[in-house]
């Protein structure tokens, strides 16, 4: 049954599921490079930008990018990385910035870790699967001492604060909390869009969907490699 699911053809030359998969692909992919696309009319007056329905100006398109920046920071600090924060993302009273410690000095606060850009190297040449910068030893100081693998996962379990919300104690066992669980995963996911809008506007010429949606931060299992890399810090 597997056989007849991961294979173009059967070894008894009948087509197969995928068989029929693949070709319904390959039909609607020539459809697609065969049509023409409605066009759009991009005109300039001044500075503004009209396109079609749409007209904006390029100091609302500034605006626009600078306040999802702060949005996006904020999400991360405070629904993310779980920080000690008000609304607008700045440190919350009793939380410090630039320890290199996972627990603040004032209870329920957090110090934030340090990260020192301009220090970060990389092996561009490093093809082991699951690699990248991070995994670089000499990456250790640049991270303020910081473990980033467990940093997270020891102050959800450590914190009181967070304790209290990922967690309920259930006949003497700690259980997670699935609902608050769900919300995190919910959480990141509305970063990631934020953080790929940002990519996508902010980071030189646009790219092309699948080439922005499948860049990997790590080598894949299957020998494919990374396409993020650091390179003076």
Same mark, same amino acid.
């Given at each position: 049954m597997v056989q007849r699911f991961m294979t173009i053809v059967a070894y008894d030359g009948r087509s197969s599921p995928m068989d029929s998969v693949l070709r319904l692909r390959a039909y609607g992919k020539a459809i697609r490079a065969n049509t023409n696309a409605d066009g759009v009319v991009v005109d300039w007056h001044g500075d503004e930008l009209l396109m079609g329905h749409v007209q904006f100006s390029m100091a609302s398109l500034r605006a626009m990018i600078h306040g999802l920046l702060h949005t996006a920071r904020a999400q991360l600090r405070k629904a993310v990385l779980l920080l000690d924060v008000d609304e607008e993302g700045e440190p919350a009273a009793g939380a410090t910035t630039g320890a290199t410690g996972a627990t603040g000095t004032t209870a329920g606060a957090t110090a934030w870790p340090v990260i020192r850009w301009d220090r970060l190297v990389?092996?561009? @040449?490093?093809? +082991?699967?699951?690699?990248?910068? &991070?995994? $670089?030893?000499?990456?250790?100081?640049?991270? !303020?001492? *910081?473990? /980033?693998?467990?940093?997270?996962?020891?102050?959800?379990?450590?914190? @009181?604060?967070? +304790?209290?919300?990922?967690?309920? &104690?259930? $006949?003497?066992?700690?259980?997670?909390?699935? !609902?608050? *669980?769900? /919300?995190?995963?919910?959480?990141?996911?509305?970063?990631?869009?934020?953080?790929?809008?940002?990519?996508?506007?902010?980071?030189?010429?646009?790219?092309?969907?699948?080439?922005?949606?499948?860049?990997q931060y790590k080598n894949g299992p299957d020998g494919d490699v990374r396409g993020l890399f650091v390179e003076d810090g």
């Open positions: 990389d092996n561009a @040449a490093e093809t +082991r699967a699951g690699w990248s910068f &991070a995994e $670089d030893p000499r990456n250790e100081e640049a991270f !303020g001492g *910081v473990d /980033e693998k467990t940093w997270l996962a020891g102050r959800v379990a450590g914190e @009181a604060r967070l +304790r209290g919300e990922f967690f309920k &104690a259930s $006949d003497g066992v700690a259980r997670w909390q699935m !609902g608050r *669980v769900r /919300e995190y995963s919910e959480a990141i996911k509305s970063f990631r869009a934020q953080l790929l809008v940002l990519m996508h506007v902010s980071g030189g010429q646009p790219a092309r969907g699948t080439e922005l949606v499948s860049v």
